[in-house]
T-cell receptor, first 111, second 117 residues
Framework: QKEVEQNSGPLSVPEGAIASLNCTYS??????FFWYRQYSGKSPELIMF????GDKEDGRFTAQLNKASQYVSLLIRDSQPSDSATYLC???????????FGSGTRLSIRP | GAVVSQHPSRVICKSGTSVKIECRSL??????MFWYRQFPKKSLMLMAT?????????EQGVEKDKFLINHASLTLSTLTVTSAHPEDSSFYIC?????????????FGPGTRLLVL
């Protein structure tokens, strides 16, 4: 089992709809959770982080964390074509030495 | 968010030569930096963890004598690809960890695209 798992996609969502990206992790003692966005040919950029159970909202983005289910998700409301990118889920495990990245979900917003 | 720079952004070199890539944290101090490589349409692959003032920790399968890492100060880490070969052509990305933040976020540099002829 991979430490951080994401559906590779592509996930196709119509413009204006809600895009839902999911991630599961194996280390139950994980402490911090991150979502990065990576455009083709560019390096990842941080969208948001979460470390408490529940929802965290930042503009059109909402991160949801459920530690009991070892599940973290990212919702993008009012999806725009510019949201088309690969979204990386990252988890800092109990050892806290480094962040483990998922392989990413490719999101495509269709006009 | 914090800013991490990389230099050069792209480099072309001849096979057999060495290439040095610099990674700087511009507005925070980073005791730990990370080096990744990424092939087209593939996942990020962690190569090594760079620790200020000590030896880097390399991931399995990464040759430490080929990819030399030096983390001489709290704001600078360098990766030197020695005796480069065409198969070393890739996108190299550094990341620095902001230890001041509670969640210790990793911020990425813009990456260096290396082409070995």
């Amino acid at each position: 089992q991979k430490e951080v798992e994401q559906n590779s996609g592509p996930l196709s969502v119509p413009e204006g709809a809600i895009a839902s990206l999911n991630c599961t992790y194996s280390d139950r003692g994980s402490q911090s959770f991150f979502w990065y966005r990576q455009y083709s040919g560019k390096s990842p950029e941080l969208i948001m982080f979460i470390y408490s159970n529940g929802d965290k909202e930042d503009g059109r983005f909402t991160a949801q964390l459920n530690k009991a289910s070892q599940y973290v998700s990212l919702l993008i409301r009012d999806s725009q074509p510019s949201d088309s990118a690969t979204y990386l889920c990252a988890v800092r495990g109990s050892s806290a030495s480094k962040i483990i990245f998922g392989s990413g979900t490719r999101l495509s917003i269709r006009p | 968010g914090a800013v991490v720079s990389q230099h050069p952004s792209r480099v072309i070199c001849k096979s057999g030569t060495s290439v040095k890539i610099e990674c700087r944290s511009l507005d925070f101090q980073a005791t730990t930096m990370f080096w990744y490589r990424q092939f087209p349409k593939k996942s990020l692959m962690l190569m090594a963890t760079s620790n200020e003032g000590s030896k880097a920790t390399y991931e399995q399968g990464v040759e430490k004598d080929k990819f030399l890492i030096n983390h001489a100060s709290l704001t600078l880490s360098t990766l030197t690809v020695t005796s480069a070969h065409p198969e070393d052509s890739s996108f190299y990305i550094c990341s620095a960890r902001d230890m001041v933040e509670v969640q210790e976020t990793q911020y990425f540099g813009p990456g260096t695209r290396l082409l070995v002829l």
